[in-house]
C-alpha cells in the first residue's frame, strides 16, 4: 500500500515559503533554547541536579548529542562575553558551528573583547570550513589550532585514539620507549600509553600508593652503610679484646709479661721491626675513632610510630586547645593535613569518584577533579576522619560551600564565567 505524505497537498511555492518561515522559527527557538541554557549556567541548577557542568547537564539530562551540547555550551560562553551574538545567530547570520569554532579560537589565543567584534564580522555568513581558514590566518600561533582528539571505538574492548603530537612530545616518547626497553624492546604505542599510565596512577592513585616502594634517599643509605660497618669494626674489636683477655686468665702467672710503663719522651730508634709489630700497627688502624651509632630520639621510639589511640586523642585534644586559642584571639583554625592511610581510605570507600547525591536521587559519579571535602565543614569544627571526609569533584565541592557560605563569599572561587 502506497503511503501519502502529510504535505502533499502543498503546492511547491507553498512548501517553499513554509519551511522558510519554519527555519525563521527554529532560529528563533534556538535562540531561547540558548537563554535557558546560560541562565541554568548563572544560576548552577546543573550543579544541585547532580551532574557536573552544563555540559553534563545537556547530554544526560537533555539527550543532546557530545557534538550537539558541545556546540550549544560554547555558543552560550560567546553569548556571555560577547552578548551581540545572540543577535547573529538569530538571524542566521552566524551559525552554531561556526560561533563554537570562534569560542574555541578566542580561548586558545585569549583574545581581547574589542577583537572579539572585529573577528565575529568577517566570520558571518561563513561556512564550517571558511571560518576554519579564517581563523587559522588570523591566529597568532596556527599549530594550536589543530583537529580536536578523537575517540573511535572499534569494538566492544577496543577504540582508536588519533590526536597531534608536536616533535618535543615525541622525543619525550622515543625517551621514555629507550628506559622501558629493558622490560619489553618491542613495545607499540598504546603499550607504552598503557605502562605510562600504570606509572602515573602508581604515583598519583591514593589506593595504589601502598605498593609503591618507598625511596630512599642516597644520604641516608650512604650513612646506614656506614654506620652497619662500624658496628661490625666495633664487635670485631670487642670479640678479639674478650678473646685475649680469657687468654690471658689462663696463662700461668709465672708466664705472664709484667707490664712496663710507657714512656712519652722516648727517642725513636731505626731497629728494624718484626712482622708482628707490623701487624700490630696495621690492626691499630681499626682503633681509629668510629663514628657513633645513631640513636632514636626522645618520644620517637618504636613504640610511638605505632600511634596507639591514647596519643591520637591526646593528640587531638591539644589541637582542640589550640583551635579553642586561635579561636580567642580571632584567628582561623590551623589546617592540618590529611594523613595518607586517611585518605587511601576514604577513596577506597566512596570509590574514587564524587558522592554528591541530587535532591531527586542522582549521584554525580564524577572522576573529573576530584577533591577531598568535609562533611562537617573545617571552619565549624570538622576534623580529617574517615567518617567526616567524602569525595567531591570541584563543582559540587564549591557548590557545597556555597550552600554554607553564600554566592558573594564562593564567588571568587568559582571564576567569572559560570557557564
Known sequence: MKTTSPLSHLSN?????????????????????????????RRRLYAELGYSSLYDYAVRELGYSEAA???????????????????KIETGSLSLSVAAQAETF?????????????????????????CEKTLISLSANPEVHQKPDSIKPESEKRSRIQFSADNTLLDDLEKIRG????????????????????LSLDELDPVRRPSRKKKVPLEKTVQSRSCRASQDRKSALSLNTSQSQGAKALTPASEQQPCKPSTTDSTPTSAPTSESQTRKSDRS?????????????AGKSVVAKTRPAAQIARRQAERDEEDFARA?????????????????????????????????????????????????????GGRNTVENLTLRC????????????????????WGDRRV
Open 179 to 198: 628506559f622501558l626497553a629493558h622490560k619489553n624492546p618491542h613495545l607499540s604505542m598504546a603499550e607504552l600509553i598503557q605502562e605510562m599510565a600504570h
Open 69 to 87: 551540547a558541545f556546540r550549544r555550551v560554547a555558543s552560550v560562553r560567546l553569548m556571555v562575553e560577547v552578548p551581540d551574538v545572540r543577535e
Open 285 to 297: 688502624d681499626l682503633t681509629l675513632p668510629l663514628t657513633p651509632t645513631p640513636k632514636p630520639e
Open 106 to 130: 578566542f580561548r586558545k589565543e585569549k583574545t581581547q573583547t574589542e577583537n572579539k567584534n572585529l573577528i565575529l564580522e568577517k566570520l558571518e555568513n561563513q561556512s564550517s570550513r571558511q
Open 328 to 380: 580567642q584571639m580571632g584567628l582561623p583554625r590551623k589546617r592540618i593535613t590529611v594523613q595518607a592511610t586517611v585518605e587511601r581510605a576514604v577513596y577506597q570507600r566512596d570509590g574514587g569518584c564524587c558522592t554528591y547525591v541530587s535532591p531527586q536521587g542522582r549521584r554525580c559519579e564524577s572522576r573529573f577533579m576530584i577533591e577531598l571535602d568535609h562533611i562537617v565543614e573545617f571552619a565549624k
Open 394 to 413: 570541584r563543582t559540587h565541592n564549591l557548590w557545597r560551600a556555597v550552600q554554607s557560605y553564600g554566592w558573594k563569599k564562593m564567588a571568587p572561587y
Open 13 to 41: 511555492s507553498e512548501l517553499l515559503s513554509q519551511i522558510k518561515v519554519l527555519v525563521v522559527e527554529e532560529r528563533r527557538a534556538l535562540t531561547l533554547v540558548l537563554d535557558q541554557l546560560a541562565e541554568v549556567g
